[in-house]
Protein backbone atom coordinates (compact mmCIF):
# COMPACT_ATOMS: atom_id res chain seq x y z
CA UNK A 1 0.00 0.00 0.00
CA UNK A 2 1.55 3.33 -0.98
CA UNK A 3 2.27 6.11 1.18
CA UNK A 4 -1.04 8.61 1.13
CA UNK A 5 -0.56 12.37 1.92
CA UNK A 6 -1.60 12.99 5.09
CA UNK A 7 -4.75 15.49 6.64
CA UNK A 8 -3.73 18.86 7.54
CA UNK A 9 -2.71 19.02 10.93
CA UNK A 10 -4.75 21.32 13.22
CA UNK A 11 -3.13 24.50 14.43
CA UNK A 12 -1.82 24.66 17.54
CA UNK A 13 -4.18 25.47 20.26
CA UNK A 14 -0.76 28.40 21.69
CA UNK A 15 -3.12 31.42 22.56
CA UNK A 16 -1.81 34.21 19.93
CA UNK A 17 -2.29 37.06 22.20
CA UNK A 18 -0.41 35.91 25.07
CA UNK A 19 2.83 36.26 23.95
CA UNK A 20 5.47 33.25 24.28
CA UNK A 21 6.03 33.98 27.77
CA UNK A 22 3.10 32.10 29.59
CA UNK A 23 3.75 29.45 26.91
CA UNK A 24 7.45 28.66 27.46
CA UNK A 25 6.50 28.59 31.33
CA UNK A 26 3.66 26.18 30.36
CA UNK A 27 6.05 23.94 28.61
CA UNK A 28 8.67 24.07 31.61
CA UNK A 29 6.26 23.38 34.33
CA UNK A 30 4.83 20.21 32.46
CA UNK A 31 8.71 19.17 32.28
CA UNK A 32 9.15 19.91 35.60
CA UNK A 33 11.99 21.70 35.46
CA UNK A 34 12.92 24.70 37.56
CA UNK A 35 13.53 28.64 36.12
CA UNK A 36 17.05 27.47 37.53
CA UNK A 37 17.68 24.36 36.26
CA UNK A 38 16.56 25.41 32.17
CA UNK A 39 18.59 28.55 32.90
CA UNK A 40 22.06 26.09 33.51
CA UNK A 41 20.94 23.92 30.24
CA UNK A 42 20.08 26.48 28.25
CA UNK A 43 23.73 28.77 29.32
CA UNK A 44 21.41 31.83 30.20
CA UNK A 45 20.14 33.00 34.11
CA UNK A 46 17.03 32.19 36.41
CA UNK A 47 16.99 35.90 36.07
CA UNK A 48 16.67 36.21 32.40
CA UNK A 49 14.45 33.01 32.20
CA UNK A 50 11.64 34.53 34.71
CA UNK A 51 12.03 38.17 32.73
CA UNK A 52 11.04 35.85 29.73
CA UNK A 53 7.86 33.88 30.90
CA UNK A 54 6.40 37.71 32.76
CA UNK A 55 7.00 39.33 29.15
CA UNK A 56 9.46 41.58 30.75
CA UNK A 57 12.07 40.55 28.36
CA UNK A 58 11.49 39.41 24.66
CA UNK A 59 13.73 36.91 23.93
CA UNK A 60 15.75 36.31 20.59
CA UNK A 61 14.78 33.61 17.70
CA UNK A 62 17.81 31.53 19.01
CA UNK A 63 16.80 31.66 22.81
CA UNK A 64 13.41 30.19 21.78
CA UNK A 65 14.60 27.59 19.63
CA UNK A 66 17.67 26.59 22.83
CA UNK A 67 14.66 27.12 25.43
CA UNK A 68 12.62 24.66 23.05
CA UNK A 69 15.17 22.22 22.90
CA UNK A 70 15.58 21.51 25.97
CA UNK A 71 12.63 21.74 26.91
CA UNK A 72 11.47 18.88 24.35
CA UNK A 73 8.93 20.51 22.74
CA UNK A 74 7.66 18.87 19.99
CA UNK A 75 8.92 20.65 16.29
CA UNK A 76 5.82 22.00 15.26
CA UNK A 77 5.28 23.30 18.79
CA UNK A 78 8.46 25.26 18.05
CA UNK A 79 6.77 26.63 15.44
CA UNK A 80 3.85 27.92 17.26
CA UNK A 81 6.35 29.60 20.38
CA UNK A 82 8.47 31.50 17.33
CA UNK A 83 4.70 32.98 16.05
CA UNK A 84 4.20 33.74 19.34
CA UNK A 85 7.09 35.68 19.79
CA UNK A 86 7.05 36.96 16.72
CA UNK A 87 9.05 35.23 14.59
CA UNK A 88 8.34 33.32 11.32
CA UNK A 89 8.18 29.63 11.63
CA UNK A 90 11.56 27.84 11.87
CA UNK A 91 10.49 24.27 10.56
CA UNK A 92 8.32 23.47 7.39
CA UNK A 93 5.45 21.58 6.98
CA UNK A 94 5.92 19.43 3.21
CA UNK A 95 3.37 17.76 2.39
CA UNK A 96 4.62 13.90 1.72
CA UNK A 97 3.34 13.94 -1.88
CA UNK A 98 5.71 16.86 -1.82
CA UNK A 99 8.50 15.97 -4.80
CA UNK A 100 11.01 16.88 -2.52
CA UNK A 101 9.75 14.26 -0.06
CA UNK A 102 9.95 11.01 -3.40
CA UNK A 103 12.88 9.79 -1.47
CA UNK A 104 11.50 9.39 1.76
CA UNK A 105 8.21 7.95 0.87
CA UNK A 106 9.76 5.47 -1.31
CA UNK A 107 12.41 4.47 1.70
CA UNK A 108 9.42 3.98 3.67
CA UNK A 109 7.58 2.24 1.28
CA UNK A 110 10.29 -0.09 0.64
CA UNK A 111 11.05 -0.77 4.20
CA UNK A 112 7.50 -2.02 5.56
CA UNK A 113 7.41 -4.07 1.83
CA UNK A 114 10.73 -5.81 2.76
CA UNK A 115 9.32 -6.62 6.50
CA UNK A 116 6.61 -9.22 5.22
CA UNK A 117 4.87 -11.12 5.66
CA UNK A 118 5.54 -9.68 8.88
CA UNK A 119 2.94 -6.86 9.60
CA UNK A 120 4.15 -2.59 9.21
CA UNK A 121 2.34 0.28 8.81
CA UNK A 122 2.90 3.93 8.86
CA UNK A 123 0.96 6.67 10.84
CA UNK A 124 1.06 9.90 11.47
CA UNK A 125 0.55 12.44 14.93
CA UNK A 126 -2.87 10.84 15.05
CA UNK A 127 -2.67 7.48 14.28
CA UNK A 128 -4.07 7.86 10.32
CA UNK A 129 -2.80 5.26 8.37
CA UNK A 130 -0.69 6.86 5.59
CA UNK A 131 0.83 3.18 4.47
CA UNK A 132 0.62 -0.50 5.40
CA UNK A 133 1.79 -3.57 4.28
CA UNK A 134 0.10 -6.83 2.72
CA UNK A 135 0.82 -8.34 6.93
CA UNK A 136 -1.55 -5.57 7.73
CA UNK A 137 -3.82 -5.76 5.28
CA UNK A 138 -4.00 -9.80 6.20
CA UNK A 139 -4.95 -8.53 9.52
CA UNK A 140 -7.84 -6.53 8.55
CA UNK A 141 -9.61 -9.08 6.36
CA UNK A 142 -13.21 -8.80 7.68
CA UNK A 143 -13.37 -5.85 9.24
CA UNK A 144 -16.28 -3.49 7.65
CA UNK A 145 -15.54 -1.59 5.20
CA UNK A 146 -16.75 1.36 6.34
CA UNK A 147 -14.01 2.06 8.75
CA UNK A 148 -11.74 1.48 6.09
CA UNK A 149 -12.57 4.24 4.41
CA UNK A 150 -9.24 6.79 4.15
CA UNK A 151 -8.75 8.05 6.49
CA UNK A 152 -8.07 5.10 8.28
CA UNK A 153 -7.26 5.03 11.77
CA UNK A 154 -4.91 2.61 13.48
CA UNK A 155 -6.48 3.02 16.95
CA UNK A 156 -9.94 3.07 15.55
CA UNK A 157 -9.36 0.21 13.78
CA UNK A 158 -7.94 -1.37 17.00
CA UNK A 159 -10.57 -0.68 19.26
CA UNK A 160 -13.70 -0.36 17.51
CA UNK A 161 -16.40 -3.02 18.50
CA UNK A 162 -16.72 -3.60 14.92
CA UNK A 163 -13.37 -3.68 13.90
CA UNK A 164 -10.34 -6.01 15.44
CA UNK A 165 -11.49 -5.81 19.05
CA UNK A 166 -13.62 -8.72 18.91
CA UNK A 167 -10.88 -10.80 17.64
CA UNK A 168 -8.35 -9.11 20.55
CA UNK A 169 -7.65 -12.63 22.91
CA UNK A 170 -5.99 -9.84 25.10
CA UNK A 171 -8.36 -6.56 24.65
CA UNK A 172 -8.00 -5.10 27.55
CA UNK A 173 -4.27 -5.21 28.33
CA UNK A 174 -4.21 -4.46 24.86
CA UNK A 175 -6.55 -1.44 24.94
CA UNK A 176 -4.41 0.07 28.26
CA UNK A 177 -1.78 0.03 26.78
CA UNK A 178 -2.87 2.01 23.48
CA UNK A 179 -4.61 4.61 25.63
CA UNK A 180 -1.43 4.60 27.59
CA UNK A 181 0.22 5.67 24.60
CA UNK A 182 -2.18 8.12 23.53
CA UNK A 183 -1.68 9.48 27.14
CA UNK A 184 1.95 10.40 26.60
CA UNK A 185 1.61 11.61 23.77
CA UNK A 186 -1.33 14.21 24.10
CA UNK A 187 1.10 15.25 27.34
CA UNK A 188 3.90 15.68 24.69
CA UNK A 189 2.05 17.45 21.98
CA UNK A 190 -0.79 18.97 23.54
CA UNK A 191 -2.78 18.01 20.81
CA UNK A 192 -6.53 18.64 20.50
CA UNK A 193 -7.58 15.76 17.52
CA UNK A 194 -5.60 13.55 19.41
CA UNK A 195 -7.86 14.39 22.84
CA UNK A 196 -10.54 14.02 20.88
CA UNK A 197 -9.90 10.62 19.36
CA UNK A 198 -8.85 9.12 22.82
CA UNK A 199 -11.81 10.14 24.09
CA UNK A 200 -13.83 8.32 21.35
CA UNK A 201 -11.87 5.11 22.23
CA UNK A 202 -11.76 5.13 25.57
CA UNK A 203 -15.91 5.27 25.32
CA UNK A 204 -15.89 2.25 23.22
CA UNK A 205 -17.40 -0.81 25.65
CA UNK A 206 -15.04 -3.17 27.26
CA UNK A 207 -15.61 -7.29 27.75
CA UNK A 208 -15.62 -7.70 31.55
CA UNK A 209 -12.69 -10.84 31.14
CA UNK A 210 -10.43 -11.52 28.24
CA UNK A 211 -10.76 -14.71 26.39
CA UNK A 212 -7.68 -15.57 26.96
CA UNK A 213 -6.70 -15.11 30.20
CA UNK A 214 -8.19 -18.99 31.02
CA UNK A 215 -7.30 -20.43 27.50
CA UNK A 216 -4.14 -22.04 28.48
CA UNK A 217 -3.94 -23.22 24.82
CA UNK A 218 -2.58 -19.60 24.11
CA UNK A 219 0.27 -20.71 25.78
CA UNK A 220 2.49 -18.59 27.89
CA UNK A 221 2.97 -14.79 27.24
CA UNK A 222 6.25 -13.15 26.49
CA UNK A 223 7.96 -12.11 29.68
CA UNK A 224 9.55 -9.46 28.23
CA UNK A 225 7.00 -7.37 26.34
CA UNK A 226 3.35 -7.19 26.19
CA UNK A 227 1.76 -9.41 23.00
CA UNK A 228 -0.79 -8.66 20.51
CA UNK A 229 -2.77 -12.04 20.80
CA UNK A 230 -5.54 -11.82 17.31
CA UNK A 231 -7.66 -14.10 16.11
CA UNK A 232 -6.95 -14.88 12.16
CA UNK A 233 -9.00 -17.88 10.41
CA UNK A 234 -9.25 -19.69 13.53
CA UNK A 235 -5.64 -19.50 14.65
CA UNK A 236 -4.42 -16.88 17.76
CA UNK A 237 -1.46 -15.29 16.09
CA UNK A 238 1.05 -13.65 18.99
CA UNK A 239 3.02 -10.20 18.23
CA UNK A 240 5.44 -7.45 19.69
CA UNK A 241 5.46 -4.27 18.61
CA UNK A 242 8.19 -1.67 18.21
CA UNK A 243 7.85 2.09 16.91
CA UNK A 244 9.97 4.07 15.05
CA UNK A 245 10.93 7.61 14.71
CA UNK A 246 12.96 9.63 12.88
CA UNK A 247 16.02 11.28 13.94
CA UNK A 248 16.52 14.84 14.89
CA UNK A 249 13.93 15.80 11.96
CA UNK A 250 13.78 19.08 10.72
CA UNK A 251 10.44 18.99 8.90
CA UNK A 252 6.65 18.70 11.05
CA UNK A 253 5.76 15.99 8.67
CA UNK A 254 8.24 13.80 9.33
CA UNK A 255 8.55 14.72 13.19
CA UNK A 256 5.45 13.12 12.99
CA UNK A 257 5.83 10.17 11.11
CA UNK A 258 5.99 6.93 13.00
CA UNK A 259 6.31 3.32 11.85
CA UNK A 260 5.53 0.62 13.75
CA UNK A 261 6.09 -3.25 13.12
CA UNK A 262 4.72 -6.18 14.61
CA UNK A 263 6.93 -9.46 15.34
CA UNK A 264 6.06 -12.87 15.77
CA UNK A 265 6.34 -13.64 19.69
CA UNK A 266 6.38 -17.25 19.07
CA UNK A 267 7.17 -20.07 16.72
CA UNK A 268 3.95 -20.87 15.48
CA UNK A 269 2.78 -17.09 14.52
CA UNK A 270 6.35 -17.31 12.74
CA UNK A 271 5.28 -20.75 10.65
CA UNK A 272 2.05 -19.31 10.13
CA UNK A 273 2.82 -16.05 8.28
CA UNK A 274 5.31 -18.06 6.36
CA UNK A 275 3.19 -20.65 5.17
CA UNK A 276 2.07 -20.20 1.37
CA UNK A 277 -2.01 -19.18 1.36
CA UNK A 278 -3.61 -18.66 -2.09
Known amino acids: MSIV ?3 PAAASSAPADGG ?11 RRVSQLELALRAGSSARHISFVETGRSRPSEEMVLRLAEHLDVPVRERNALLLAAGYA ?9 DPSM ?16 YPALVVDATYDVLAANRGIAMLLEGVPDRLLVPPLNAIRLALHPDGLAPRIRNLRAWRDHLLAQMDRQIA ?12 EVAAYPVPDLDAAEDDEALGPAPRFALPLRIEHEGRVLSFISSIS ?16 TF ?4 PATAKYLHWPRS
Not at 89 to 95: F, I, N
Not at 263 to 266: E, F, G, V
Open 188 to 199: LRRSGPLRALYE
Open 245 to 260: TFNTPMDVTVAELAIE
Open 5 to 7: PSR
Open 20 to 30: VGPLLRGWREE
Open 89 to 97: PHYPETPLD
Open 102 to 117: DALREGVERLIEAYEP
Open 263 to 266: LPAD
